[in-house]
Antibody, heavy 122, light 110 residues
Framework: QAQLVQSGAEVKKPGASVKVSCKTSGYTFINYGISWVRQAPGQGLEWMGWISAYNGDTYYAQNLQGRVTMTTDTSTTTAYMELRSLTSDDTALYYC???????????????WGKGTTVIVSS | QSVLTQAPSASGTPGQRVTISCSGSSSNIGSNYVYWYQQLPGTAPKLLIYRNNQRPSGVPDRFSGSKSGTSASLAISGLRSEDEADYYCAAWDDSLSACVFGPGTKVTVL
């Protein structure tokens, strides 16, 4: 069965960068995309963007444009999300989720990772 | 401030029917599919309803979705204690070129 395993928790200082990984298994990686969603403590869900594992096309949320980069490695069936210039507002639980879209996000997120905690603190 | 609106909370007793609403606009719900996600305490979200009213395999038929114009609803019939969770609607917003989530509705079983 499809599974997404995310990297461990991170603590970063303001201004630093973080790169979260999402190792997939149990399905054909390039037939899907990966969406990234974050959730600040006690808050709701925020869609960050999507990447096609087929051709690397990306869509990013406007408020994160210029600070976020999503990539994939088809040889290891792993997706990555890098967020730069971190502030305390980026403290959140970051989820990756499988998305059937290969040419655009369908936001049909049917398999989720358990989440990666990122804490930004001086 | 989310572009989709949901009531912050809803409640019911076991066996009751609870309905959660999600209100949007012509650029999101009015022109795109609505999805619903369930988030049990301390866990990752789970896809509950897709394409307005379709249930993934394994989701009980107690859960049903509907959409009319720029609003959508999720109904939970035969409410059970394990349904206590946060429920989020989601839709693509053509103006933002992004997926947007509602703020979530916390369902409590009394």
């Amino acid at each position: 069965q499809a599974q997404l395993v995310q990297s461990g928790a991170e603590v970063k200082k303001p201004g630093a960068s973080v790169k979260v990984s999402c190792k997939t298994s149990g399905y054909t990686f390039i037939n899907y995309g990966i969406s990234w969603v974050r959730q600040a403590p006690g808050q709701g869900l925020e869609w960050m963007g999507w990447i096609s594992a087929y051709n690397g096309d990306t869509y990013y949320a406007q408020n994160l444009q210029g600070r976020v980069t999503m990539t994939t490695d088809t040889s290891t069936t792993t997706a990555y999300m890098e967020l730069r210039s971190l502030t305390s507002d980026d403290t959140a639980l970051y989820y990756c989720a499988r998305d059937p879209g290969v040419t655009g996000s369908t936001y049909h997120m049917d398999v989720w990772g358990k989440g990666t905690t990122v804490i930004v603190s001086s | 401030q989310s572009v989709l609106t949901q009531a912050p909370s809803a409640s019911g007793t076991p066996g009751q029917r609870v309905t959660i609403s999600c209100s949007g606009s012509s650029s999101n719900i009015g022109s795109n599919y609505v999805y619903w996600y369930q988030q049990l305490p301390g866990t990752a979200p789970k896809l509950l309803i897709y394409r307005n009213n379709q249930r993934p395999s394994g989701v009980p038929d107690r859960f049903s979705g509907s959409k009319s114009g720029t609003s959508a609803s999720l109904a939970i019939s035969g409410l059970r204690s394990e349904d206590e969770a946060d429920y989020y609607c989601a839709a693509w917003d053509d103006s933002l070129s992004a997926c947007v989530f509602g703020p979530g509705t916390k369902v409590t079983v009394l």
